[in-house]
């Protein structure tokens, strides 16, 4: 039955279903181009610097640089659409990638960070995805409308860290620098995302969106959209927190892997392992949309918690052991995408749609900006203390997420 709501010829219902589709398959494609860089990324700051303890540089850059575009990105979101800040976002990536390999190429270590910063500035623009699944969608499917976009990205995030070892191969048989042949197939990927965005995503979902809120007309169905910024804070601090607790242990582990295993087996051992940890972020998130929509956002925030604890407990206890590494990683991914995905829908029906891309925005600045600290920080913990060590100082952010739900709920009761 069409949205009586809509305008003449607009059915809200199959809108969204295509918009859903169409950013889904765009997940798949830009996961496929940064997979790469969370797998290789760490490997190359190591090798053109000469200092493991600079590898934590690379996760850094790529959250800077998301960072550092995310709130902008966001201000052009909000006056020209969903769509044309994604394809600014693949532009970013697709410059970031050719910036990449010429650092590898000439071994200039300060070069390679502005790559991966520009390819993180291409993320921020495919984290706005999972918002943009919501701009269209009912409350009633919020969550999982969102987790069906966080989840497309299990598909490109999986097959992306698999192409490094064909990645080389290629790469070899044609003469590019080492650790950047699978950047080849990123680059075609970030293209036909960018080809995707421009040619299907039609209307687009936050311009039409804003004119249904302009056009709204007043009644006594129409419950003006209530602000929350308590609640919005809260969601903020869940989502960068638990960002911070995997990215800082993820960004380390292929520098950890790399010590615990043989030297002719760490590529294939460090690409296993990020995919079925990027498997665990986004695999399982329709189930936690689901969970969020049924049994409520802050209850699937705190089940991330206790993920992402179980996660660091299994690091610290058994870092020694390859398939140790790769168990606390596949919890530390599913801990993160239960909050994620938990904490952006609270976000999202927590602020009022003028104010969404905004807070969108500050949401992904806080989350990335605080990522890349963590990166930083890991490198030096991870030298000091070593990877169970560093499991064990991850767990602060856990504990702050966890004191910030006892404090909303006191609040709410």
Request: proline share 4%; hydrophobic share 55%.
């Amino acid at each position: 039955m069409p949205d009586a709501t809509a305008p003449v010829g607009i059915d809200l219902a199959a809108t969204q279903g295509r918009t859903v589709r169409v950013l889904a398959a765009g997940q798949v494609l830009t996961g496929v181009a940064f997979g790469a860089t969370l797998s290789l990324g760490a490997l190359l700051a190591a090798d053109l610097s000469g200092q493991e303890a600079l590898s934590g540089f690379a996760t850094a850059a790529v959250t800077l640089g998301a960072a550092l575009t995310a709130i902008p990105l966001a201000r052009l979101a909000a006056r020209r659409g969903r769509r044309f800040a994604l394809t600014t976002g693949n532009l970013a990536a697709l410059s970031g990638i050719i910036v990449v390999i010429a650092a590898a190429a000439t071994r200039t270590f300060p070069l390679l960070l502005v790559g991966i910063a520009l390819i993180g500035a291409g993320n921020a623009g495919t984290l706005q995805s999972r918002f943009a699944a919501t701009d269209l969608a009912t409350t009633a499917r919020r969550g999982r409308d969102l987790a069906t976009v966080v989840w497309a990205t299990t598909v490109g995030g999986v097959v992306g860290p698999l192409l490094l070892a064909p990645g080389e191969l290629v790469g070899a048989s044609i003469g590019m620098p080492r650790l950047t042949g699978a950047y080849l197939f990123s680059f075609a990927a970030q293209v036909c995302a960018f080809a995707l965005y421009v040619l299907v995503l039609r209307p687009d979902p936050l311009l039409l969106a804003q004119r249904l809120d302009r056009e709204k007309t007043a009644s006594v169905a129409d419950i003006p959209e209530a602000d929350r910024p308590g609640l919005a804070r809260f969601a903020m601090l869940a989502v960068a927190a638990s960002h911070v607790t995997m990215a800082s242990v993820m960004a380390m582990t292929p520098v950890h892997l790399s010590h615990i295993v043989a030297p002719d087996a760490v590529t294939l051992a460090v690409g296993v392992t990020i995919a079925l940890h990027v498997f665990g972020m986004y695999g399982l998130s329709p189930v936690f949309g689901i969970l969020a929509d049924r049994v409520g956002r802050l209850t699937v925030i705190l089940l991330g918690q206790a993920l992402l604890a179980a996660s660091l407990v299994v690091a610290s206890l058994f870092s020694a052991f390859q398939s140790g590494v790769l168990v606390a990683l596949v919890l530390l991914g599913l801990g993160w995408s239960a909050a994620t995905v938990a904490g952006s829908a609270l976000l999202t029906e927590a602020t009022p749609l003028a104010l969404r891309p905004r807070r969108q925005g500050r949401s992904d600045t806080l989350m990335t900006a605080c990522a890349a600290v963590g990166s930083i920080l890991a490198g030096v913990i991870l030298g000091l203390v070593g990877y169970g060590g560093l499991a064990l100082w991850a767990f602060v952010p856990v504990a702050l997420v966890c004191v910030g739900a006892v404090v909303v709920r006191a609040r709410a009761s």
